[in-house]
């Protein structure tokens, strides 16, 4: 039971934690140094099972908070130690008989089942049934008094049960308190369900007959709380329920990064079951484990475990619902609605995969259902954005089929983050592919998960105004509540994020192949007028992208061009092959520029090759051909040579003169924007991933982003700015040295792709883009540069230099305080507010009213210390940061390194003797802090260079529109 699904049958432990003085079984009048006595003597419980063949030594049983008993290291444990092992004829075992599953308990396939996600521990009849047994059992040693031979055991069992949290306790849970997560209602009614019906299979054995309703519901809620599945080293369904007596002594802990994290392991060793170390384990600390991989809306409702904090399990998952209002809504999200022919093909195509109920929402969960390829809200929004009936029917089933269970990550568990993580961010197979569908799509999901965040973070608001007692209901409820509504803002901020990468995307004018700057340095090499044909190149460019990298070498080899590189190079070499290709056939539409050169180039080479033949074929006609027309012939081709030679003679001279300069000039622009370009793709893909957390990338010492912004430098550590964009210098360094006063543009060092180097095109003051082109005219990023095409005094004057990204924000005072918003991007992308790339960073619009602009007002800037408003100025964190605080949950969830806890512990309650962590949980949401900060910048720049392509009214509407949601 190395690893056990929460759905997979009862196990588990617990009596109740706040009123039960700690309950060791003690012969009256024993004083203490009993317990050593004891083990001389091989006396007392913890004796009797040694002189059993348990292995008990180094462990200690105390009393742990409010989690009721606990057990502790006695010593210094190594990682995989044994710290307690248990015969299993010391246990109570009861065989899950085989039946067959009824067809309602199967695990429903369909992508939307409803109730895909959650399934009861004991949904299944089987464990139920086991579960009855069990009890029954317990109750008969119970009865049985001190002659039963475990008599000693069920003194361990509290006699306060059922635990005051778990569904069986009465009274019945008020269901407007449960209302307040989704989840819980749905977990809650299912648990209650489940409860009943062992409680009937319980009272119909005849041992219940000599028990009382409460002993048969202490009975009952110990084997849901302490009872192990065990499997016999089969996979499957558990084979056997136990009751194990001293090692259900140790608490639960969710899987989350940090020291916090589960100590041991529980596992079925030949005769022996044993709790073993995952970790190196100090003496004194809490030896826990992992009940069952699930979130705290099940735990609450299976052990009566309240949430365990912010961040703390990265198991949680939290419900949206999708209205069935969706169905009859536009497919581009106007208010319109969408034509009766495609409402009903969508109905058809949802009922056929299951989705029965038209008239109630349908509820899916985050992270796992948003994950890009196959997670369900994706792929019912792919669904909801495709345009037709016709096209609904045709992808219904790529878009629909159910996916088959992915494997878990090598090493690691499968949360629903690293579930999210593994299936990438394609859509699923022989989707079209169309991005501006991708962004309708995530659009819509968005949608879904802001609205389900308002709600969320509404009802949450509500309960913490009433301010409930630590280990009450309303408490649990509100841990639960909390963790939901921070998976709803982080899933709300993805779509949007997802959906702004696909309209990019889009507005690029391609698919993911090349990235956002495959047209743009297509720019570069194309002449003006050339732009019309890019329809047609980013038909192929997609179609590239389509291949894998090996199919590409492929066909580089056949085309005997290079083969090194990444995806985006095969696929911009190519391109560029096609586009010379194609370009030099058609007469009269010779290529100008660079390419051209390099076209005719191509086809001078081709020609020569095929010159011996033809020579041959011209030879044998002309020994047909009459003398005149022989003599016309000569003369025609004399005067070809003639052009040609001309020709050649200027493009040579031509070259010579500027062409050599141009070149030059073209080539370090393109391979800058190369750069730039993979750094962008690198970003996205960073970005689609990165609803799991990724571990090291972006990773301070600190554990958190403050760290790593802060100290100028640690921004390099592997990422792509570094390696790809600029040179050897760090972020801080290069932003200011580049911006200010037109030194040294973007960053000094000689292999800076931004400038630096001597006569880079994107330095200052030279002749590079400031010539060609009007845009970029003047001198560089510093001085003049951007002011004149991005409005007013906008980028040029104080423009990421010194004021913004090195000395407050970037450097020194790290990420939070004052970076990016006030200072730097607000006076240096638009002093005064009126650049439309400048809105957002003043604070006034923009970035903050647009879609990530919850995340932003006063919340990461602040935020370090998520105290006074963070998170949102407008709802929710602030609420329940106060309650936390009070609470017991510290503040520390999100905060810096050792922010938990630190300088406020609340006193002994439970959750405050955790030492300074951070959940894996915790580090994503730092990671995308970062990640949306570096995004913002990117996209930035990606304005630009979508703006400089031309004058093309489309390209540039969509680079504004975009910018009011990006700024
Ligand atoms: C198997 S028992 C563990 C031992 C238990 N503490 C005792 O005193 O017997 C499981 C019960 O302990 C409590 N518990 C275990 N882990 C907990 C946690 N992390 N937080 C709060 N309560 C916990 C719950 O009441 C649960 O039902």
Redesign the pocket.
């Known amino acids: 039971m190395a690893v056990r699904h929460w759905w997979q049958g009862p196990l ?6 706040a009123t ?1 003085p700690a309950p060791l079984p003690r012969r009256p009048g024993r004083p203490c140094g009993r317990g050593r006595r004891e083990k001389a003597r091989g006396s007392g419980r913890r004796g009797r099972a040694r002189q059993r063949g348990a292995r008990l030594d180094g462990v200690r049983v105390r009393r ?1 908070g ?5 057990v502790f290291a006695g010593r210094d444990f190594g990682r995989a130690e044994v710290v307690a092992a248990v015969p299993r004829r010391l246990c109570l075992l009861e065989p899950v008989a085989a039946v067959p599953a009824e067809p309602s308990e199967a695990r429903p396939s369909a992508p939307f089942g409803g109730t895909a996600n959650w399934y009861h521990a004991l949904g299944c009849d089987a464990s139920r049934r086991a579960a009855a047994g069990l009890a029954a059992q317990l109750l008969r040693q119970r009865l049985l008094g001190a002659s039963a031979p475990l008599s000693h055991y069920c003194g ?3 006699p306060e049960m059922p ?1 005051s ?2 569904p069986l306790a009465a009274p019945p849970w008020d269901a407007a308190l449960l209302s307040h997560s989704p989840l819980l209602v749905r977990l809650h009614s299912e648990a209650a369900r489940c409860d009943d019906t062992c409680l009937a299979l319980l009272s119909a054995q005849p041992i219940a007959t000599a028990a009382s309703e409460r002993l048969r519901r202490w009975a009952l809620c110990a084997v849901l ?2 009872s192990f599945s065990l499997y016999g080293g089969l996979r499957g369904r558990a084979r056997t329920l136990a009751m194990v007596p001293f090692l ?6 969710s899987p989350c990064e940090g020291r916090s994290a589960p100590t041991c392991r529980f596992e079925e060793q030949s005769d022996l079951l044993a709790m073993v170390t995952t970790r190196a384990v100090r003496s004194g600390e809490e030896l ?1 484990f992992s ?1 069952a991989l699930a979130p705290d809306a099940a735990l609450l409702c299976q ?4 949430g ?1 904090g912010l961040g703390a399990n990265s198991m949680n998952e939290a419900m949206v619902p999708v209205p069935p209002s969706a169905l009859r809504a536009s497919p581009c999200g106007a208010p319109a609605a969408a034509p009766p022919d495609l409402a009903a093909a969508r109905l058809a195509a949802l009922e056929r995969q299951g989705w029965l109920s038209a008239g109630a929402p349908l509820l899916l969960s985050v992270p796992a259902d948003s994950c890009p390829r196959d997670g369900r809200l994706a792929r019912l929004a792919r669904l909801l954005a495709l345009g037709s009936a016709p096209e609904v029917e045709r992808w219904e089933r790529h878009l629909l089929a159910p996916v088959p269970e992915h494997k878990a990550p090598a090493g690691g568990r499968r949360t629903p983050a690293r579930r999210a993580e593994a299936q990438g961010g394609a859509p699923g197979a022989g989707w079209p592919g169309d991005a501006s569908l991708e962004a309708r799509a995530w659009r819509l999901v968005a949608g879904w998960a802001r609205e389900a965040w308002r709600l969320a973070s509404e009802a949450l608001g509500g309960l913490a105004g009433r301010e409930p007692e630590a280990g009450s209901r309303e408490w649990a409820v509100l841990a639960v509540a909390a963790a939901e509504e921070e998976l709803l803002a982080e899933a709300a901020g993805d779509a949007e994020r997802r959906a702004l990468a696909a309209e990019l995307r889009g507005a690029a004018g391609g698919g993911r192949g090349p990235g956002l700057w495959g047209p743009v340095r297509a720019s570069v090499r194309q002449r003006p007028g050339a732009m019309a044909a890019e329809g047609e190149a980013s038909a192929q460019q997609k179609d590239l992208s389509s291949l894998t990298v090996p199919q590409l070498k492929e066909k580089l080899k056949e085309a005997n061009l290079p083969v090194s590189g990444n995806k985006a190079e095969l696929i911009a070499r190519l391109l560029e092959k096609e586009a010379s290709g194609s370009s030099a056939a058609p007469a009269g539409d010779a290529p100008a520029g660079q390419e051209a050169a390099g076209a005719e180039a191509e086809a001078a080479q081709a020609k020569k090759a095929d010159e011996p033949k033809e020579a041959e074929e011209q030879k044998e006609k002309e020994a047909e051909q009459p003398t005149e027309q022989k003599a016309d012939d000569s003369k025609a081709t004399e005067a070809d040579e003639e052009r040609k030679e001309q020709k050649e003679d200027g493009g040579e001279a031509k070259e010579d003169k500027e062409g050599e300069k141009a070149e030059g000039k073209e080539e370090e622009d393109v391979e800058k924007l190369d750069k730039l370009n993979m750094s962008l793709d690198d970003l996205i893909s960073t970005d689609d991933t990165i609803g799991a957390h990724k571990k090291g990338k972006g990773k301070g010492k600190q554990g958190g982003w403050s760290g790593d912004w802060g100290g100028g430098d640690k921004w390099n550590g592997g990422s792509s700015w570094k390696n790809d964009s600029r040179g050897g210098n760090d972020w801080k360094q290069s932003w200011k040295d580049g911006g200010g006063g037109g030194k040294s543009s973007w960053g000094g060092g000689k292999t800076d792709s931004w400038g630096g180097g001597g006569g880079s095109s994107w330095k200052g003051g030279s002749a590079d883009y400031g010539k060609n082109s009007k845009t970029w005219a003047g001198s560089s990023y510093g001085d003049k540069s951007y002011d004149k095409p991005y409005g007013g005094a906008s980028y040029g004057n104080k423009s990421y230099d010194n004021k913004s990204y090195d000395s407050k924000s970037y450097g020194n005072s790290s990420y939070g305080n004052k970076s990016y918003d006030d200072k730097s991007f607000g006076k240096s992308y638009d002093r005064d507010d009126t650049s439309k790339f400048g809105r957002g960073g003043g604070g006034g619009g923009g970035y903050d009213k647009g879609g990530y602009g919850s995340f932003d007002k006063g919340s990461y800037r602040k935020s370090d210390d998520r105290g006074a408003a963070s998170y949102d100025k407008g709802a929710s964190y602030d609420k329940y940061d106060k309650t936390y605080d009070k609470s017991g949950y510290d503040k520390g969830g999100h905060d810096r390194a050792g922010a938990r806890g630190s300088g406020r512990d609340p006193p002994d309650r ?1 959750y405050d003797r955790e030492p300074p962590r951070y959940s894996d949980r915790a580090m994503a949401l730092k990671y995308r802090q970062g990640h949306a900060l570096r995004h913002r910048a990117m996209v930035g720049y990606v304005m630009f260079a979508v703006q400089r392509r031309a004058d093309d009214s489309e390209v540039t509407q969509a680079a504004v529109s975009l910018s009011a949601f990006v700024w």
């Not at 409010?66 to 606990?70: F, I, K, P, S």
């Not at 052990?303 to 309240?306: A, F, K, S, V």
């Open positions: 588990g432990s617990g009596p109740h934690a039960r742990a409010e989690q009721g008993l606990g361990t069992v509290t635990l949290l778990q709380t302490r259900d002594l140790l608490n639960h802990r826990t009940y052990y009566g475990i309240p365990s439970g």
